[in-house]
């Protein structure tokens, strides 16, 4: 067969997988298009599509290792699929370095050190990227590379002074006080990581940072501060969070430090979107770094759910004398999109690895000594990530689960799950339907929830100059609760149990289903910025009191309501039940997790603990197939990216 009918019969092949649903048709229309910009045989066919699939998964990358050593595995094919694949393909490269030495032959493909003629694809050593996935990587690297490096000077004394008044308590047993150690560290360069579980304390660690850089700056009411997160819920929480923990810092500094004065300054937290200014129908930002940011310190949390190219776009637009702290849980899921940057760049942060030269400024800035442990010779960036320890608040059974899950052995998950007396983790093995619904309209006894209770407040209803605090109290209630899916599709995804929950909800007379309807919770889908509303924002649909024939979908930011007519938003969803991905940044009184009853791809354990993490007070797993939770948990979610060896 020749190089062209090989070729053909391959995509051939593609199609009749996409068409099955087993592989994405972009992934054939990507292979097409390689191959109409220059001659490429069907081994180049086979790694675009191979590469496109990845990129659709979250890799930023295809490395050629796994190509060769298990192509099933890799692309989760099964030995019929790939067999086909093969043998319309024909001859494959049976090592990295006979597909190294294809691909750098490909008019397609620059090979990094050689000429570059801004080709589509780019092998940099022993992977393959798509171009501008490259690029990102390579931008995100040297920059915090380049943050990382640069040292700064503080006055030692006066921070030595502020850490002690911010932190008058020393920790029992000895232990190190790591709140105080990362603010130490952050005010020694231009990029700092703060890493945690839940209750660790990143947000009153960082209010207390901003309260030392205050404190410490030469001019502190100049220095410019903002805060953002990936979503709007997310930001919400973060402002909320700190604006608290600056409230109680305010009594520890007294008189010395005008703190309210300066904080008050910052204003609300933002959307990464909204900071770098996002304009419509376009990738490109207002900021860059042709135009960057006028700021001097930028706060980013929940920087786990940040994926490559919006953090390459924030640190092009990012000047570079600012200061940048990124907070994340390192063990929590990674971005929808490509990248697991977080996860990248604090990846050894359990071990530490803080060199002579860090030890000795921690000592001499926080008065803590950091134990042998956690000493080492690791890179700059080790040196500027900080691990938070010691859970505050989200300890007991959730707090064991959760660590039990990251561990990823069974026998301990399953073991908490079936100690818990007291009734904060339940689990529902071999779960029914009924089950499900019986969770969603009354909760569980002992822990409380479900829909009724805020379906009630809405049916009571409130007008005149209560109606405000009445919509607080309704949003609040519906917070206090949420059913989270591993899955879209499928009986037990967010598709099949939103029209499920809907009609058990009707059938109780809590809600009349049309388009719209009073009680309908939605979550925004699309980046409006129009409206002020953002992906992943919830609202609740209630009666307009000035206009009860209108319905408004009101949110509630902070402490503040705010209200948009329902007929003008364009994409949203149902959302009594929402995935795992779209709850990070968020928390809930009670969090029900539903597992699928088949296998799927997204099950793993980080998606695990960032379900369980969502839980404040109260657990409930739901697991139609007990024995997929074994399988999620002894699965961990990896990305091929080569960020990790370029900071390294």
Not at 282 to 298: C, E, Y
Request: glycine share 8%; net charge neutral; aromatic share 6%.
């Amino acid at each position: 067969m020749t190089t062209d009918a090989c070729t053909t019969t391959l995509l051939q092949h593609i199609d009749s997988l996409a068409e099955a649903g087993q592989l994405r048709r972009l992934s054939g229309a990507f292979a097409r298009f390689i191959g109409s910009i220059g001659r490429s045989g069907a081994p180049l066919a086979l790694a675009c599509v191979a590469l496109c699939e990845l990129e659709g998964r979250g890799h930023s990358c295809l490395l050629l290792g796994e190509l060769v050593a298990d192509p099933c595995l890799l692309m989760g094919w099964a030995d019929t699929e790939w067999d086909a694949l093969h043998g319309a393909a024909g001859s494959l490269p049976d090592s990295v370095m006979a597909w190294r030495a294809l691909l750098s032959k490909s008019e397609q493909v620059w090979q990094v050190g050689d000429l570059d003629f801004q080709q589509p694809l780019v092998l940099d050593g022993e992977r393959l990227y798509l171009r501008r996935y490259w690029r990102d990587e390579t931008q995100v690297a040297k920059s915090i590379g380049a943050r990382a490096q640069t040292i700064r000077l503080p006055n030692m004394a006066r921070v030595r002074h502020w850490l002690d008044l911010l932190f008058p308590e020393e920790p029992a047993n000895g232990a190190p006080d790591w709140q105080k150690i990362a603010c130490a560290v952050a005010l020694r360069a231009h990029v700092t990581i703060i890493t945690g579980g839940p209750g660790t304390g990143k947000t009153y660690t960082v209010a207390s940072l901003l309260t030392l850089l205050l404190a410490t700056a030469d001019d502190p009411a100049r220095l410019r501060i903002a805060l953002a997160a990936p979503t709007g819920k997310a930001a919400a929480r973060l402002k909320q969070s700190i604006d608290d923990a600056l409230a109680s810092l305010a009594e520890k500094v007294g008189s010395d430090l005008a703190l309210g004065e300066l904080t008050a300054r910052m204003g609300a937290a933002q959307t990464l979107h909204r900071l770098l200014g996002a304009r419509p129908d376009t990738r490109a930002f207002a900021h860059h770094a042709g135009n960057p940011l006028d700021i001097d310190v930028l706060i980013v949390d929940e920087a786990s759910m940040v994926h490559l190219e919006m953090m390459a776009s924030l640190l092009d637009a990012l000047p570079p004398q600012a200061i940048l702290i990124l907070l994340g849980d390192k063990d929590q899921l990674a971005s929808v999109e490509a990248g697991a940057v977080l996860g990248d760049l604090c990846h050894n942060a359990q071990a530490g690895g803080f060199s002579a030269a860090t030890l000795a400024y921690v000592r001499a800035a926080s008065g803590h000594s950091i134990p042998p442990a956690y000493w080492g010779s690791a890179g700059p960036l080790a040196q500027q990530t900080v691990m938070l320890r010691q859970s505050r608040r989200f300890s007991g059974p959730i707090g064991a689960l959760a660590q039990a899950v990251n561990t990823g052995l069974a026998s301990q998950v399953q073991d908490c799950l079936r100690a818990d007396s007291a009734g904060a983790v339940t689990w529902i093995a071999s779960a029914q339907p009924a089950d499900l619904l019986q969770l969603a309209l009354h909760g569980r006894p002992g822990a409380g929830g479900g829909y009724q209770h805020y379906l009630k407040l809405v049916r009571d209803g409130a007008a005149g100059p209560h109606h405000e605090a009445w919509v607080r109290a309704v949003l609040r209630s519906f917070e206090a609760f949420r059913i989270l899916c591993a899955v879209r599709s499928g009986a037990w995804g967010v598709c099949g149990l939103n029209g499920a929950i809907e009609q058990a909800l009707e059938r109780q007379g809590l809600i009349r289903r049309s388009e719209w309807y009073v009680g309908r919770p939605v979550m925004v889908t699309r980046n409006d910025y129009d409206l002020r509303v953002y992906n992943g924002d919830i609202g609740l649909t209630l009666r307009d009191p000035a206009r009860p024939a209108s319905l408004r979908v009101y949110f509630l930011e902070g402490e503040a309501v705010r209200s948009v007519l329902a007929t003008r938003l364009r994409h949203v969803e149902t959302a009594f039940a929402m995935t795992v991905h779209k709850a990070q940044g968020s928390e809930f009184r009670h969090t029900v997790l539903v597992l699928p009853s088949e296998s799927a791809p997204t099950l793993a354990r980080e998606l695990i603990y960032t379900g369980i993490t969502r839980a404040r007070e109260f657990f409930t797993l739901v697991a139609p197939a007990p024995a997929l939770l074994l399988e999620a948990v002894a699965r961990s979610t990896r990305r091929a990216s080569g960020l990790r060896g370029l900071l390294d």
